[in-house]
């Protein structure tokens, strides 16, 4: 387990990196993105479904707010079209991390373990939890794209990351994207009371998964 959060570590002070380079040059903020589709629905909708896909795509490599552009997808194109958006943006980007990990990961990895069976059994442990992972990493920032990027390098079968992924993802982008079609300029609080619910219920099923982990350890100590 030690050798699984010492990776995800890394993999998240790597994505982090990306965010406080964006904060402190201020090339992307969320003025920015507000600006950016604003301006493209006096053009057509389709360019800003494209917007809102481009960006979560380069969440793969930038640190992108993805709940805030979920929330915007939905009040500038609807609950649907918002989710439909959202949803590809972020599963396209998942699926090349996990590609990308899978194909080009192990080399990197094995700078950070070098011990064949530590590497054993670390993707031991992700094969155990990584599919709740997967299922809950919305939670917070960062960890998608972490939880994406071991999945492949940690070798899961492409089918059960997609599923665990596909479980995580379109709940998240439909109840997103429908607060902020609630929302409105002159009353976004669908939008802010509704990013706190999701955080808190994400959050509990991480605080879940850590007692049942704890647990585990117990007894089989025990044992």
């Known amino acids: 387990?030690?050798?699984?959060?010492?990776?995800?570590?890394?993999?998240?002070?790597?994505?982090?990196?990306?965010?406080?380079?964006?904060?402190?040059?201020?090339?992307?903020?969320?003025?920015?993105?507000?600006?950016?589709?604003?301006?493209?629905?006096?053009?057509?909708?389709?360019?800003?479904?494209?917007?809102?896909?481009?960006?979560?795509?380069?969440?793969?490599?930038?640190?992108?707010?993805?709940?805030?552009?979920?929330?915007?997808?939905?009040?500038?194109?609807?609950?649907?079209?918002?989710?439909?958006?959202?949803?590809?943006?972020?599963?396209?980007?998942?699926?090349?991390?996990?590609?990308?990990?899978?194909?080009?990961?192990?080399?990197?990895?094995?700078?950070?373990?070098?011990?064949?069976?530590?590497l054993a059994e670390m993707e031991e442990v992700f094969a155990r939890y990584g599919l709740v992972v997967l299922m809950i990493c919305r939670a917070m920032p960062i960890l998608p794209e972490v939880s994406c990027c071991l999945a492949g390098v940690t070798r899961m079968r492409f089918t059960k990351f997609g599923f665990g992924y596909l479980i995580g993802t379109v709940p998240y982008v439909i109840v997103c994207a429908w607060l902020g079609a609630q929302s409105s300029t002159t009353d976004p609080m669908p939008a802010i009371w509704g990013a706190a619910g999701v955080t808190v219920v994400m959050w509990s099923f991480w605080f879940f998964l850590i007692r049942h982990h704890r647990r585990s350890s117990r007894r089989t100590l025990k044992g």
């Open 1 to 118: 387990m030690k050798d699984l959060i010492k990776t995800g570590l890394v993999l998240a002070i790597c994505f982090a990196a990306t965010f406080g380079i964006l904060v402190a040059t201020g090339l992307l903020q969320r003025d920015d993105v507000v600006r950016w589709l604003e301006a493209a629905r006096e053009i057509d909708a389709w360019i800003v479904a494209l917007i809102v896909m481009g960006l979560l795509v380069a969440d793969l490599f930038i640190a992108v707010p993805t709940m805030t552009v979920t929330l915007l997808a939905g009040f500038f194109l609807g609950p649907v079209a918002g989710a439909l958006a959202a949803g590809a943006g972020m599963i396209t980007a998942g699926a090349m991390g996990y590609v990308m990990s899978h194909q080009f990961g192990r080399p990197v990895l094995r700078r950070i373990i070098s011990d064949e069976i530590r």
